[in-house]
């Protein structure tokens, strides 16, 4: 019995040392290397994925697995072997139904989509990307024919990302918290506006790069296990459970888009981390899903790193590392500035407040597209009433409204939702965290987060990819993923900061 | 025929992916890695390493390269078909002579090796290395008995390192320059000391990073192609023609140490980077062998570096940049002092006229373990003994002698020589050089190499490995390997350093 599962270890270890592999030469793309790189990187990714590809969806694997689950339909589903069986069947079950031309088209088709749409973008003109869009659409469509019909065809891709998710409860969540969110930007459009021009003026990077690293270290980042490079969008990237690495950004006049850029990314960084020490190349390693990833990254960012009680201990060295440009500045004036709601036009600048409409809109488009009720040529269009309806605000041009993204262009669509549903997590979850850490709040005022992260660990980390995320949601907090801690959290926050 | 030819391309492109890959994943081992990621690091590159073998070693490749030896049997060997198939196949004929166990094999026992070696080093204890030498001696012996019997046992490890040179030829090679190197040195050794005091002070390391960047660029170094970072040991790696990579190194009290380093590896990375674009990820890509590369890295580093023209025109700036330090060094004190001759202990601080007596004394060791003729327990004597009779001097112990070198703990007998044949070469050309370009002295006076730059990647880089180390030396020079240049070469420069 475990002589197959550790033949099965041992292919899948090269599967993952290839992808590692690959992982190592995509962060080096974007930190490190010369442009003269380029094309030889390309390359060496293609036949990097390639053989991966060859190797898990071989004859052999599948042959292992067919054995394999069989000999664990009795074991108890809660044991790793048994997981290990059940994710790698799922991952190898959907990559032997995707047929290599259809991978091969596709690089090909998304290779000159991204060109086209750094131009069309460029240019502030949709038709320069409209035919490429048309085209991704076409093959989202066939892509989606490789596999047995779902409840709604949108289900194959949200799986991809969520797996075990359905069209009809993502839209059933984000009912649910639309009109909470609308109301309270209306609410909040009608306040005094916060004054946030202090954090509009040059900041020292290299004394902001410290600031971020001391966070990044309080919170628990293992520096003998990772690092912190500059890379022009920030990302998280892991080649083990052992070597997790961050990246952060400098943006003129804008220091909290550093600090939070690490804080943001130390969370992806934390989750990759606190995997079981036994999933190391295996397919258990790692997060369980993009929303879940993302409840940990944001929870990081916004629900500790937005709170008053984080800037209580960190906001004294920070006024005095920026006594200039914080001169008169009280905690509560910062408070409210790093927390300072504004409709805008481009979803990553986004605030908690109007974050997820962004998301919402993007859905409802993507929706759309796969079910052939919205032509792509109508896209903008659509978008621009979107924008109305959800933000108040037009887009002056297709650059700072349906160009902004570069998900589409490489063919990822059924992504998007899953930054919203992380937002929602995240606050599912700091619900739950402070019924079992009660003075919680108190520790990060004294700047103290290994109590939250060894309950993160506990939790959620070590499990990996072990359990869906659904599974996992309602394991750690007795339901599935739900919306009402989130409207608590902003509604709560935000009333008190705009004195609603 | 070029279908062929293609599919052969094709597949050793897939190899160099790979091996490029894993190259990058050694260059950030040596970099940025954490330490927490090593083990992981093993593993993808033992299978990234598995993977281009069984790869390149596959029957496909074979038999295309068979077929495509006849086609090219009345082929121009100079163009780059026949050079391609003539070399690849020289590859795969050695490469498929090793069994995959004995490779196994080899790592397990070099892995190890290179632990035993750096703790007997650390307790300098040859003791605690000995066993180890002893099984690498042994698979040494193993490794030769897979090739057919050469004129000497010792020509089929030279063969991996300088393709088609006997260790006859070293010998010989050898023996021409050794009583002359051994008279210079004792010569010198009765003239009076040079002061390289002010070499032995602080020098801040920043400014001594930019003046390295400012020599290489000016060396026709081209940043959009390769980078420079810092590493425990300097080193020149690529992942491209396009990509390549240099190291440097701060050493306490050493200025020297960096900025000589940087010269010698940008020597390495203008090999590479010198290529003919059409050898891209084919086994024609790279230098032709390891002393021919190291021709290059010695000629930047000595012929250029450590040149009075070179410092003519940079050491007024240099001065400039290190006041405190070099306060009434004259540019002919500074010039003398980093020509300084002293026999010592450690074969990679040795200068310019006693390197090659180190060499020279490893080849003896190597070629003695091969023959069977000298037992590895009899190595710290010998060595210390050879110490004596080469260079006048006696190791303290064995860190500081047999035991300082890491080479035989990664298996590697038979490279050793290829350094000293480095500097052979290197004067073998410069004298080349100096007659095709007179002016080159005046043009390095005024800080100007793209002559020199040119010349090299005109005659020698752009061949990439298509002409063997003899044959391309003799092609540019007219003859095979000579040491009379190189003697010719240290008299002078030291004959008027120390006025013998």
């Known amino acids: 019995m475990s002589e197959k599962l550790d033949q099965l270890k041992e292919t899948l270890g090269e599967v993952a040392d290839l992808r590692n592999a690959a ?6 793309q974007q930190t490190y290397m010369p442009p003269g790189g380029a094309e030889a990187r390309g390359n060496q990714l293609a036949t990097l994925g390639k053989l991966a590809q060859i190797k898990f969806i071989s004859p052999e694997v599948g042959k292992l697995l067919e054995d394999l689950r069989s000999e664990y339909a009795g074991a108890d589903p809660g044991s790793d072997g048994a997981a290990l069986v059940r994710v790698a069947s799922r991952d190898y079950d959907k990559a032997v139904r995707v047929p290599p031309e259809f991978v091969a088209e596709s690089a090909i088709v998304t290779t000159k989509a991204h060109e086209a749409w750094m131009e069309a973008r460029a240019k502030s003109d949709f038709s320069v990307f409209r035919p490429h869009l048309e085209k991704i659409v076409e093959l989202t469509h066939k892509y989606i024919s490789f596999f047995p019909p ?57 004394k902001l790069w410290d600031f971020g690293v001391q966070i990044a270290t309080k919170f628990g980042f293992d520096w003998s296990k990772g690092r912190q490079d500059k890379a022009p969008h920030p990302f998280c990237a892991n080649f083990s459970i052992n070597d997790v690495r961050i990246t952060t950004r400098f943006e003129k006049d ?130 621009n009433t979107k924008m109305v309806e959800y933000l108040g605000i037009t887009p002056p041009n297709d650059a700072l409204g349906v160009l902004q993204d570069i998900h589409w262009s490489g063919g990822a669509l059924g992504y998007f939702s899953t930054y919203a549903l992380g937002n929602l997590i995240s606050a599912q979850l700091w619900e739950r965290i402070n019924a079992d850490l009660p003075d919680l709040d108190d520790q990060i005022r004294e700047g103290k987060f290994d109590a939250l992260l060894g309950w993160l660990r506990e939790k959620l980390h070590v499990h990996g990819r072990k359990y869906d995320p659904q599974d996992i949601v309602q394991k750690i907090t007795g339901s599935k993923i739900d919306s009402a801690p989130y409207v608590r959290y902003l509604t709560r926050k935000f009333g008190e900061i705009y004195g609603l």
Request: no cysteine.
């Open 23 to 28: 992982g190592l030469l995509g962060w080096d």
């Open 150 to 206: 779902a409840e709604h065809p949108y289900d194959t891709l949200l799986d991809d990302y969520e797996a075990g998710m359905k069209t009809s409860d993502v839209k059933k969540i984000f009912d649910g918290v639309r009109p909470k969110q609308v109301e309270l930007i209306k609410a909040i459009s009608k306040s005094k506006a916060v004054d946030d021009s202090f954090l509009h003026v040059k900041y020292n990077q290299e």
């Open 254 to 383: 804008n220091p909290t888009a550093t600090l939070f850029s690490t804080m943001h990314e130390t969370g992806h960084a934390l989750y990759e981390l606190g995997s079981n020490q036994d999933f190391e190349r295996s397919p258990l390693a790692g997060g369980t899903s993009l929303a879940v990833h993302e409840s940990q990254s944001r929870m990081w960012e916004n629900l500790v790193g937005r709170s008053m009680a984080f800037w209580e201990y960190f906001y004294p060295t920070f006024k005095k590392t920026f006594s200039n440009q914080l001169d008169g500045v009280s905690l509560k004036k910062f408070y409210n500035a790093i927390n300072k709601v504004q409709p805008s036009l481009i979803r990553v600048n986004a605030d908690e407040a109007t974050y997820n409409m962004h998301i919402m809109l993007r859905l409802e488009l993507e929706i759309g597209m796969v079910e052939g009720k919205l032509a792509v040529k109508d896209l903008p269009e659509v978008w």
